[in-house]
């Protein structure tokens, strides 16, 4: 068997463990979200809502500026464009190709003696960004022209915005098993069956619009990424970013409006059966007082009535309690109307969270003290 079969083998069993966890997982959210009748889910939502209203405002106020922001494809039309305006910077969405800072103006001795483009060796493929390894200054070219005298600097300091990048290597490894692997296998835990080598460049000579704020600095224009703007450097045009934000905030705007509406619905669901049961539970509290405080009172006044006749032996068998054996059977139950209990184990009965009859197992309401000559 190839290696190649083997890292595929352990990809599958690691993908059915993590299925399996995924299930395990979605279980507790399902039962974490039910408590307390959906009020967690409603909160839960309610968090989602927020998030999407956020983003939603994020992105409107980014569409809003994107469409107003002048679409430039002449790097020559920067300067007349940010004369106009005469201040620190403007919104402008360029576009045009890549292309190293240092192959603008150098020849000679220069070019030869320092590269102005990173070279990937794997592929052979010339850039001007390698993720998460190298970066050299690149500037934007007018598409379709040879002439290098106008160009925009990329300024790409403080950016977080992620960029265009092309995938030119990628090459899987598998790993060893070690004598660890079996043991992680029997307890459930992960364990990495190969290695991705990936790379991932910023080509030169590709077609990118830079959305930021452009200025001048020393006579060359450059532009800058915005904290404001979801995009700096992407392979899109002005009219499908336009296009992409459009369709976004819509998702935005009815996601929030749909789980809002959800959480509203689902906490107030949850209110009402909370306050329902809360009121339940305060009735039955009341309930227990004053049966309790019955129970006395008809206990005190059975002790007295009968004390002269409840003595051991007095009282026939059949006469007899049959839950305490000792008193007289005082006490009838209603509906059923059944009389086999004295008063205090009759009001102990209806104590209980659902009273039934000792005998014919009715569920019963009341009970009521019946006097014997």
Same mark, same amino acid.
Request: net charge neutral; aromatic share 6%.
């Given at each position: ?25 979605? &279980?507790?959210? @399902? ?64 576009? !045009?190709?890549?292309? @190293?800072? &240092?192959?603008?103006? $150098? ?14 060796? &794997? @592929? ?9 390894? +190298? %970066? ?7 598409? !379709? ?21 092309? %995938? ?7 790993? +060893? ?56 450097? %992407? ?127 009715? %569920?019963?309401?009341? $009970? ?6």
């Amino acid at each position: 068997m190839s290696s190649d079969d083997e890292a595929g083998r352990g990809l599958l069993v690691q993908l059915a463990e993590a299925v399996d966890e995924a299930v395990a997982d979605l &279980e507790l959210l @399902a039962k974490v979200a039910a408590a307390g009748d959906g009020a967690v889910a409603s909160i839960a939502l309610a968090c989602i809502s927020l998030y999407c209203c956020v983003k939603y405002n994020f992105k409107s106020s980014a569409l809003t500026n994107i469409r107003q922001a002048p679409n430039v494809n002449k790097i020559s039309d920067l300067r007349q464009l940010l004369e106009k305006d005469n201040d620190n910077g403007k919104l402008v969405v360029v576009r !045009g190709i890549v292309e @190293a800072k &240092e192959s603008i103006g $150098s020849g000679g001795w220069r070019s030869l003696l320092r590269p102005d483009a990173l070279v990937f060796n &794997e @592929a052979g493929e010339r850039a001007v960004v390698v993720q998460s390894t +190298q %970066t050299v200054p690149f500037v934007l070219l007018d598409i !379709g022209r040879s002439s290098t005298a106008d160009y925009l600097l990329v300024n790409m300091h403080h950016s977080k915005h992620p960029l265009p990048l092309s %995938t030119v290597y990628r090459k899987l490894q598998p790993i +060893q098993a070690s004598p660890c692997t079996f043991s992680q296998i029997v307890f459930g835990h992960a364990y990495p069956v190969a290695l991705l080598d990936e790379e991932k460049v910023l080509s030169v000579g590709k077609k990118i619009s830079a959305v930021g704020i452009c200025s001048f600095k020393d006579g060359v224009p450059q532009i800058k990424s915005s904290r404001n703007l979801p995009y700096f450097l %992407t392979e899109k045009t002005k009219d499908q970013l336009v296009e992409d934000l459009t369709f976004q905030t819509k998702c935005l705007f009815w996601g929030g409006l749909i789980l809002g509406s959800l959480s509203i619905g689902i906490l107030g669901y949850a209110t009402v059966r909370n306050w329902g049961r809360w009121n339940r539970w305060r009735q039955r509290r009341q309930n227990l007082r004053i049966l309790e405080a019955d129970m006395a009172a008809a206990v005190a006044a059975e002790d007295t009535e009968s004390q002269s006749d409840e003595v051991a032996g007095e009282v026939p068998d059949g006469e007899l309690c049959i839950i305490c054996l000792v008193s007289r059977r005082r006490a009838a139950f209603d509906p059923c109307g059944h009389m086999v209990c004295c008063q205090r184990c009759a009001f102990t009965v209806r104590l209980n969270s659902s009273p039934k009859c000792p005998v014919c197992r009715q %569920t019963i309401d009341n $009970s009521f003290l019946i006097h014997t000559s």
